[in-house]
């Protein structure tokens, strides 16, 4: 079964542009979560979706936002690109909402670099 | 809200020895779940194991154990028999409600 798909792997962007990423979730798995990576802040969730509604919510802007597809496919998109968003922006998916607990599997990540 | 303590930022053992990292979080919750996750430096976070907080028994994995102290709110990852490909940072996580949390990670070196 192929694994936890992202793309771009790797983004540069200037201070003001928005960004989309996107997450293909493990075949059959309905919840996709997001995450930011920074060697300050460590790993913050940022939200989760499941069957399409955003299920929870990290304490992010509303620059940041996402959505999820029929397919359970996930984009997640910031606008008005700050310094401080360059990150590496994990992607997981769970078989059901991971508020039940099961295990959440990782994507490689994207590396967004902000100039 | 949930906050995720590992206080040892690096740690180091040698191969085919024990090492045990340190996890503990805060919290009033009395049903959630810890997860210990290993990022090696291709950057991919792998599930290393899982502990609901409603089971006494500690979980295992082959050579990865926890030990779980739920009064104490400590939730350590034993490795036995270290091995080269151990090497990694390591993250606890506390996950209630879909919201995880994790800690600031240890680095384990594994020396030959």
């Known amino acids: 079964k192929a694994g936890v798909t992202q793309t771009p792997r790797y983004l540069i962007k200037t201070r003001g542009q928005q960004v989309t990423l996107s997450c293909s979730p493990i075949?059959?798995?309905?919840?996709v979560s997001w995450y930011q990576q920074t060697p300050g802040q460590g790993l913050q969730f940022l939200f989760e979706?499941?069957?399409?509604?955003?299920?929870n919510k990290g304490n992010f802007p509303g620059r940041f936002s996402g959505r999820q597809f029929s397919n359970s496919r996930s984009e997640m998109n910031v606008s008005t690109l700050e310094l401080g968003d360059s990150a590496l922006y994990l992607c997981?998916?769970?078989?059901?909402?991971?508020?039940?607990?099961?295990?959440?599997?990782f994507g490689p990540g994207t590396r967004l670099t902000v100039t | 809200a949930q906050t995720v303590t590992q206080s040892q930022p690096e740690m180091s053992v040698q191969e085919a020895e024990t090492v045990t990292l340190s996890c503990t979080y805060d919290?009033?919750?009395?049903?959630?779940?810890l997860f210990w996750y290993k990022q090696p430096p291709s950057r991919q976070m792998i599930l290393v194991i899982r502990?609901?907080?409603?089971?006494?028994q500690n979980a295992t994995e082959n050579r990865f154990s926890v030990n779980f102290q739920k009064a104490a709110k400590s939730f350590s990852l034993k490795i036995s028999d270290s091995q080269l490909g151990d090497t990694a940072m390591y993250f606890c996580?506390?996950?209630?409600?879909?919201?995880?949390?994790f800690g600031a990670g240890t680095r384990l070196t594994v020396k030959p």
């Open positions: 502990q609901e907080a409603y089971k006494q």
């Open positions: 075949s059959g798995h309905r919840s």
């Open positions: 979706y499941f069957s399409e509604t955003q299920r």
């Open positions: 997981a998916s769970s078989l059901v909402s991971s508020g039940i607990g099961y295990e959440q599997y």
């Open positions: 919290t009033s919750e009395n049903n959630y779940y």
């Open positions: 996580a506390f996950m209630k409600g879909g919201d995880m949390r």
